[in-house]
């Protein structure tokens, strides 16, 4: 065929065939999207059946209606594609409708050598004369059929049963209240409290305190339930469930580190008991007295406090070397105002470091604090021993019928428990040991400044095996669910409705303008037998205050001893049946009346 690309006979004849695509288009657009939202309805009410409207996955019911409207919209597609008119099909279209006469038909069908003879060009002519004016439109409409109304029928359907259709089936269900997300001031609320426990919780991450790697584990948790969504009532219950799991958790790391605690400090008083009557009488001089009578009280705190202060000793015996170095290597290079100073310097750092005897004593202190810590290793090893011959012998017994396997394992638990505070005890008093070691060794090889750095290893170990750290963090911990908990628990109380407290009812408001919150202080007692002991009491005169000689005491022992005869004049017994016990009492201890002599009457 000959046709130009551009005659009226092909425009037309491909109108045509667009305009008849775009009715079987939307002819099947209709029909599928009536059978897609069909399907859809039939789904809406069978997913009752399967899923709670409660469930999080209720959401499906939206994604089978997308779903469904996605794949009906593709199989309209397809079905026009297959279904599109060829051009002679058009062609035949076209002469049906405008009366041609099969002219456009058979223009079409010419081959090539027909269309060039004279009788074809005369057809051709006469068929792109005929059609040139035609209004293909007019002929060819594209309209929606009146089976269209299908699809909105069935979409008002869908709205209608997606408001109102929530079977119950005989299962006894409140109505679910509006999600927390409807509710801005609540959700507002939740937000606001989440922000201030994540500031806080982010402000304390700056405070270095020990922390075990359960604890690590448990505060992972509360970050990841702070993040968390709390846009449903679902997602708020789902949290404060876990919150009482956090509770639990923290109150019993809480008191196994107690009871840790509580074990090594025994454990530490035995160091007193591990050593040698001659270095016993050695520590209660040196420079490390303090810090041995610490640890041999229990008290871990004022240890590592001492265990600092020998550390500054030891550092500024490093600073006072460099500044003799200084000094011995001048050369004539400082001014006598620079070495004056260097010297002062020095004075200053001599005197607040160690003498040779100090550093000597100190040596001794440490080699002896060593072998009472390896000495008390030595012990835990035994006992862990001991543990493992209970452990075994509890199997025997269940083997044979003595004990059930209830008690089996509860009792074994119990040794599991007391074992790993055994096994924590001994790495704690190896590592204790073998610091000590290090700072002995650097101190006799001069470097001082390496052992002032093993002291604070040593004092940081004491604060980790304290556990006062950790249990402020858990401390903290346990506030931080607490308060979150109370005001996931306020968001769903506070709801209008079925399942909330309602209008007029609960506690009242706070004040926009009130300062409340919370504020945390630590008050440390440092127990010491060097410090002022002062009674004070609530009789007249002055309390007493500090130690005082017998002399200046003397008015008041007097006041109290005139006070103390006409006590019981003052203090009566009101109670009956006490009063009669207490006249019993003294008559009983009243010696018996002599016998008065007989007088005779007078007549």
Known sequence: MALS???PLQRQVARVRRR?????????????????????????LVQPLLIDDRHPLNWIRWAVLGGAALVGTGVAVAI???????????????????RLKERVTTSLMLRPDEAASSAGAALLADANQR???????????????????????????????????????????TATPPAVANNDAMKAEIDKVRQQLQAKREANKDVERPKSAELKKIEAEIDKMLSNPHETKDQVREDIKKGDEL??????????????????KEQLQQLERAQKKDDLAKNEVGPAKDMKKALSQGDLAKAKKEANELAKKLQNEEEADELRKKLNDDNGKLTPEEKQELQDELKKKEEAGLTKEDRQKLEEQFKDLEDAAEELTKKDEDEEKKLDEEAEELEKQAKNGEIDQDQLQREKQKLERFKGQLQRQKRDLKEFAQKLKDAQQAMKEGKDGEAAQKLKEIADQLAEMDGDGERVAILQAMRQVQQMKKALSQALAKQDGPGGKGQGSGSRPESADAKTGEEEHQVHSDPDDKARLQIVDHVPGDGFKGPRKPAEM???????????????????????ATAEMARGFFEKMRPPDKDDKKVTPKS
């Open 131 to 173: 059609v040139e004016p035609l209004r293909v439109g007019d002929r060819f409409p594209v309209r929606i059929p009146w089976t269209g109304v299908l699809a909105p029928a069935v979409g008002i359907l869908l709205v209608l049963l997606a408001i109102f259709y929530h079977p119950d089936f005989g299962q006894a269900r």
């Open 20 to 44: 008849l695509f775009l009715q079987t288009l939307v002819r099947s657009l209709v029909w599928s999207w009536f059978g897609a939202l069909t399907l859809t309805a039939v789904w809406f």
């Open 554 to 576: 003397t008015d008041e022992i007097r006041r109290a001893a005139q006070e103390g005869a006409a006590a019981s004049e003052r203090e009566r017994l009101t109670d009956k």
């Open 5 to 7: 690309t551009a005659s």
């Open 247 to 264: 509770l639990d958790d923290l109150k019993k790391q809480d008191k196994e580190q107690a009871d840790r605690a509580r074990a090594l």
């Open 80 to 98: 026009a594609v297959m279904r599109r008119a060829s051009s002679v099909q058009a062609a035949l279209a076209l002469d049906e409708q405008f």
